[in-house]
C-alpha cells in the first residue's frame, strides 16, 4: 500500500470511528434526552417508530442518487451536513410537535450515511486490493468507546447534554469526511430497468425475506435489552456495559473472517449465524438474572457479527456493482427500516401483555425460519457451481 492509499484509508477509519460513536449516543441515550424534555413513554416511542419509517424512503432515494451521480463522497458530506444543521435546531427545540418536525428531518438525512458508508468502505478497500473488515472494525471500536466514554460523560453531566454532544460528533465527522476521496460504486452507469431485474430474481427475494426474518428477531432484541434488564431488577449503569459488550465481541469475529471466510459459502455461514441468533434468545428467554441478561450480548459476535460480515459479502456477488449504493440501501431498509417498525408493533405489545420471555422466545422463532430457510437456499445451491469468493 502507497503513502497516498494508507492516507485515504486512515481518514475513512477515523470517519467511520466517529460516525458509529453517534449511533451509539443516538441509540442509547436520546429515549433519556426526549425524557428530561418531559415526554412520556408514549411520545418517546412514537418518535422512535418515525427513525425506521422515514429511513425506508430515504435510504433509497439517496442510495439511488448516489449510483445515478456516481459520487458517494459529495452525497455524504451533503447528508451531514443537513445532519449537523437538524441537530442544532432540534437543540432548540422544546415543544413535542417541534420535536417531531426536527427529528423527522434529522432522521431524513441521518439513516442513508451508514449504507453509503459502508459502500464507500468496500469500495476503497477493493480498490486497494485491501479487506472492507479493516475499516469497518473502527465502526465497531468507535461504538464501544461512545458507549462506555460518552455513557459515562453524560451519566455525569445528565442526560439533557445528548443533543449536544451528537452535534459535536457530527461536525468532526463532517470535517473528517471532507478528506475523505471521492469513489464511484462503478464506471458503469446504473439503469433502472437493470436494477428491477436484478430485485426480481429468485435467488435475490429470498436473500432479503431472509434477512427480514433475522432482522426483526435482532431488533426485537435490541429494543428490548436495556428494557429487559430494568424489569429483572439491574441498574441502568449495566444497559450501557450490555451495549459496550456487544461492540467489542464483534471485533474478533470479523478478523477471523477476514482471515478464514473466504474458505466457506456465504449462504452455510448465514445458517450457522441464524442458529447462533437461536441460541443466544433462547437463553435470553430462559435467564431471569440482569446480569445473566446482559452477559447474552457477548453471542453479538457469533450472531451478528457472522450475519453482518458474510450479508454484505453475499450481496457484493449477487448485486451488479453498478447498482451497489443502491443495493446496500435495500438491504439497510430490510435489516433496520422494516425489521425495526416490525419487532416494535410485535415486541412492544407481547412484553406488556407477557413479559420479556415471550419477547426473547418469538425472536428465537423468527431466527429458526430464517436460519431454515437460509439453509434450503444452501442446499439448493450445492448443485450449483460455486462462484468466486473475495474478501470485501
Not at 445473566?292 to 451488479?320: C, D, E, K, N, W
Amino acid at each position: 500500500m502507497n503513502r497516498s492509499d494508507r492516507q485515504e484509508t486512515h481518514v475513512l477509519r477515523a470517519y467511520t470511528f466517529a460516525i458509529f460513536m453517534i449511533s451509539a449516543v443516538i441509540i442509547s441515550y436520546m429515549p433519556l434526552y426526549f425524557k428530561s424534555l418531559g415526554f412520556d413513554s408514549i411520545q418517546i416511542g412514537f418518535l422512535y417508530s418515525l427513525g425506521p419509517l422515514i429511513s425506508i424512503v430515504s435510504n433509497f432515494i439517496w442510495g439511488v442518487t448516489s449510483d445515478r451521480l456516481q459520487t458517494i463522497k459529495k452525497v455524504i458530506l451533503f447528508l451531514l451536513t443537513a445532519v449537523t444543521i437538524m441537530a442544532f435546531f432540534v437543540s432548540t427545540a422544546q415543544s413535542y410537535a417541534a420535536v417531531i418536525v426536527l427529528m423527522s428531518a434529522f432522521n431524513f438525512f441521518y439513516y442513508p450515511i451508514f449504507p453509503l458508508t459502508d459502500s464507500l468502505s468496500i469500495v476503497t478497500a477493493q480498490a486497494q486490493g485491501k479487506s472492507f473488515i479493516g475499516i469497518r472494525v473502527f465502526g465497531s471500536i468507535g461504538f464501544a468507546v461512545s458507549a462506555l466514554l460518552l455513557g459515562f460523560l453524560l451519566g455525569r453531566l445528565g442526560a439533557g447534554y445528548t443533543i449536544y454532544v451528537i452535534l459535536t460528533l457530527s461536525l468532526i465527522s463532517l470535517v473528517l469526511a471532507s478528506f475523505m476521496k471521492d469513489r464511484k460504486a462503478s464506471v458503469k452507469k446504473m439503469e433502472f430497468g437493470g436494477l428491477w431485474t436484478i430485485l426480481k430474481q429468485r435467488d435475490v427475494l429470498l436473500f432479503f425475506l431472509c434477512a427480514l426474518l433475522l432482522a426483526v428477531a435482532h431488533r426485537i432484541n435490541e429494543a428490548f435489552i436495556g428494557l429487559s434488564i430494568i424489569m429483572l431488577g439491574g441498574p441502568e449503569s449495566i444497559v450501557g456495559y450490555a451495549w459496550m459488550i456487544s461492540a467489542v465481541s464483534e471485533i474478533p469475529i470479523f478478523f477471523l473472517l477476514n482471515a478464514y471466510g473466504d474458505r466457506f459459502r456465504e449462504l452455510p455461514l448465514l445458517t450457522v449465524s441464524a442458529v447462533m441468533y437461536t441460541l443466544r434468545f433462547l437463553i435470553a428467554g430462559a435467564v431471569s438474572d440482569p446480569y445473566l441478561l446482559m452477559g447474552t450480548q457477548a453471542m453479538h459476535s457469533v450472531s451478528f457479527g457472522i450475519f453482518y460480515f458474510v450479508a454484505v459479502r453475499h450481496l457484493s456477488h449477487i448485486i451488479p456493482e453498478q447498482y451497489r449504493a443502491t443495493g446496500m440501501a435495500i438491504y439497510t431498509i430490510v435489516w433496520s427500516s422494516m425489521a425495526g417498525l416490525l419487532s416494535g408493533a410485535i415486541g412492544g405489545p407481547l412484553l406488556e401483555a407477557y413479559g420479556k420471555d415471550t419477547v426473547f422466545y418469538t425472536a428465537c422463532g423468527f431466527a429458526i425460519v430464517a436460519g431454515i430457510g437460509f439453509f434450503l437456499m444452501s442446499w439448493a445451491g450445492q448443485k450449483k457451481p460455486a462462484h468466486k469468493r473475495q474478501s470485501i
